[in-house]
């Protein structure tokens, strides 16, 4: 899988958007993006993908640039629930051998009061 | 969909000590994965599973770690015997085959050994 940049820690306000930037520059064709996040004491929870087209779910919406490398989680209301580290991985959506989900740091989000 | 359970859900052991998780996965997920999350790091993958054959082991410390999913449901990680450095927390996480796009997790078994 192709490696993400992500910057390790951000803050944001509660009530206002949450936008946490990722730098994915030698991803495939075929590759996805996709975002997880993990709240303390509990497992990563999938939150949105997409391939080349924005996407909005009900969790968040994901901003990809027309080149491909690089793309943008959006929390468009962020609240005190939503702190947890955010991981952006790229794989191809197969789950057969080779095509795990691989983890890096990640981006510790903080949101205040 | 109930999701997917893992217990125990805490664990303390003396180092060279044996133990071991349980995994169940989501009722018809073929595929398993057994992750190891060292703190302030992200989870790395151990092992996977498709139904009850190991699809990729090479990240996994096989002269102390030992996987099985014998009849291709729940599964168990063993680890004997363990070390300090095996302190983390394992998180199990299943998906169906082919192509999908999410894996779902469970909650993890934290292991602190001492």
């Known amino acids: 899988d192709a490696k993400t940049t992500q910057p390790p820690s951000m803050d944001c306000a509660e009530g206002r958007a949450a936008n946490l930037p990722c730098n994915h520059s030698t991803i495939s064709g075929n590759e996805y993006v996709y975002w997880y996040r993990q709240i303390h004491s509990q497992g990563p929870q999938y939150i949105i993908h997409g391939l080349k087209n924005n996407e909005t779910n009900e969790m968040a919406s994901l901003i990809i640039t027309e080149d491909r490398k690089s793309s943008t989680l959006i929390l468009p209301h962020a609240t005190l629930r939503d702190t947890a580290v955010y991981y952006c991985i790229v794989r191809v959506p197969d789950n057969n051998a080779g095509n795990m989900l691989t983890f890096g740091g990640g981006t510790r989000l903080m949101v205040k009061p | ?114």
């Not at chain 2, 999350?37 to 054959?53: A, C, D, E, S, T």
């Open chain 2, 1 to 114: 969909e109930a999701g997917v359970a893992q217990s125990p859900r805490y664990k303390i052991i003396e180092k060279r000590q044996s133990v071991a998780f349980w995994c169940n996965p989501i009722s018809g997920h073929a595929t398993l994965y057994w992750y190891q999350q060292i703190l302030g790091q992200g989870p790395k993958l151990l092992i996977q599973f498709q139904n009850n054959g190991v699809v990729d082991d090479s990240q996994l410390p096989k002269d102390r770690f030992s996987a099985e999913r014998l009849k291709g449901v729940d599964s168990t990680l063993k680890i004997q015997p363990a070390k300090l450095e095996d302190s983390a927390v394992y998180l199990c996480a299943s998906s169906p085959t082919g192509y999908n796009y999410g894996y779902t997790f469970g909650s993890g078994t934290r292991l602190t050994v001492v």
